[in-house]
Antibody, heavy 119, light 113 residues
Framework: QVQLVQSGAEVKKPGASVKVSCKTS????????FSWVRQAPGQGLEWLGW????????NYIQRLQGRVTMTTDTSTSTAYLELRSLTSDDTAVYYC????????????WGQGTLVTVSS | DLVMTQSPDSLAVSLGERATINCKSS????????????LAWYQHKPGQPPKLLVY???TRQSGVPDRFSASGSGTNFTLTISSLQAEDVAVYYC?????????FGQGTRLEIK
């Protein structure tokens, strides 16, 4: 069955960077695109962007432009989210999610990774 | 950017009763050449990842109980749970995937009365 398994919780200081991984199995990795979504404490879901496996194109939300990079490694069937220059506002649970084939809704999700930014 | 607004923010319903959640988009989500509305619904329980319930505004994801139904077109959409079960307690989100950024509604918290 389809599985997306994310890396463990991280604690970072303000100004640092974090890289969250999302290792997949149970399907053909490069046939699907990925999104990343986060949920800050007490808040709703925030879509962060997506990456195409067809051509590597990415689309990020405006307010993260310049600080975020989404990548994939087809040799290990893993997607990555890197966020730089962290602030306390980046404290959240980060989810990877697979886009449905040929569509943009999110049909399978990772379990989530808590990133805490604190001095 | 498209803005998604859900109502109500929270909802308390008795077991076995109907629950209705609304979602309104700031622009039409109907892609006329496909005759499809680019809207999905997710269920989010504490400590778990969100779960896809409905896509294309009204198509139930495989394995989702048939007490969940969804409807709507254009800018107004509804998720209905026909007979609330205890396991349905969660926050429910609509999301548009018509235009990036693919925004979510603010969420509706569903509880047992």
């Amino acid at each position: 069955q389809v599985q997306l398994v994310q890396s463990g919780a991280e604690v970072k200081k303000p100004g640092a960077s974090v890289k969250v991984s999302c290792k997949t199995s149970g399907y053909t990795f490069d046939h699907y695109a990925f999104s990343w979504v986060r949920q800050a404490p007490g808040q709703g879901l925030e879509w962060l962007g997506w990456i195409s496996l067809k051509n590597g194109n990415t689309n990020y939300i405006q307010r993260l432009q310049g600080r975020v990079t989404m990548t994939t490694d087809t040799s290990t069937s893993t997607a990555y989210l890197e966020l730089r220059s962290l602030t306390s506002d980046d404290t959240a649970v980060y989810y990877c999610a697979r886009l449905a084939y040929g569509a943009n809704f999110l049909d399978n999700w990772g379990q989530g990774t808590l990133v805490t930014v604190s001095s | 950017d498209l803005v998604m607004t859900q109502s109500p923010d929270s909802l308390a319903v008795s077991l076995g009763e109907r629950a209705t959640i609304n979602c309104k988009s700031s622009q039409s989500l109907l892609y006329s050449s496909h005759n499809r509305n680019y809207l999905a619904w997710y269920q989010h329980k504490p400590g778990q990842p969100p779960k896809l319930l409905v896509y294309w505004a009204s198509t139930r994801q495989s394995g989702v109980p048939d007490r969940f139904s969804a409807s709507g077109s254009g800018t107004n959409f509804t998720l209905t749970i026909s007979s609330l079960q205890a396991e349905d307690v969660a926050v429910y989100y609509c999301q548009q995937y018509y235009n990036a950024p693919w925004s979510f509604g603010q969420g509706t918290r569903l509880e047992i009365k």
